[in-house]
C-alpha cells in the first residue's frame, strides 16, 4: 500500500499538481484503501513464489545468451549501457502484500 501511495505522490510532483486533501501530496491509508476498491479488475493478495521450475535454468541457455550479446552490443556506445544488479529481484517474496489483477492464478 505504500508503494501505491508513493507512485501517486511522485505522479502528483511531476504533473505540477497539489491535491489539498494530502499531506505533502501523499495520499492517506483511506484513500488507498478506497482507491484499490473502485475497479472490480484489481485485489490485495499475498504474492506467491515462482515454482522451482520456472526458476531453473539450463547452462546452454547461459552459454547462448552470452554467445548472442557480443554481436548484440556490438556497435552500441557504452554511455547506452546499463547495469542492473539482482538486488531487488527476489524469487521469495515471503509474506509481501501485492496489488494485482483479480483471478490471478499466481500472483507473483
Request: hydrophobic share 30%.
Amino acid at each position: 500500500m505504500f508503494d501505491l501511495r508513493s507512485i501517486v505522490k511522485s505522479y502528483l510532483d511531476r504533473r505540477g499538481c497539489v491535491v489539498s486533501k494530502f499531506r505533502n501530496n501523499m495520499s492517506g491509508k483511506e484513500w488507498t484503501v478506497s482507491f484499490i476498491k473502485r475497479p472490480p479488475e484489481l485485489s490485495v493478495r499475498f504474492a506467491s513464489n515462482i515454482k522451482r521450475k520456472q526458476a531453473q535454468i539450463a547452462d546452454d541457455t547461459i552459454t547462448e545468451y552470452f554467445t548472442h550479446l557480443g554481436p548484440e552490443l556490438a556497435n552500441v556506445p557504452p554511455s547506452n549501457i546499463w547495469n542492473y544488479d539482482e538486488t531487488n529481484l527476489t524469487d521469495n517474496p515471503g509474506n509481501k502484500r501485492i496489488i494485482t489483477k483479480r483471478g490471478a492464478k499466481y500472483p507473483e
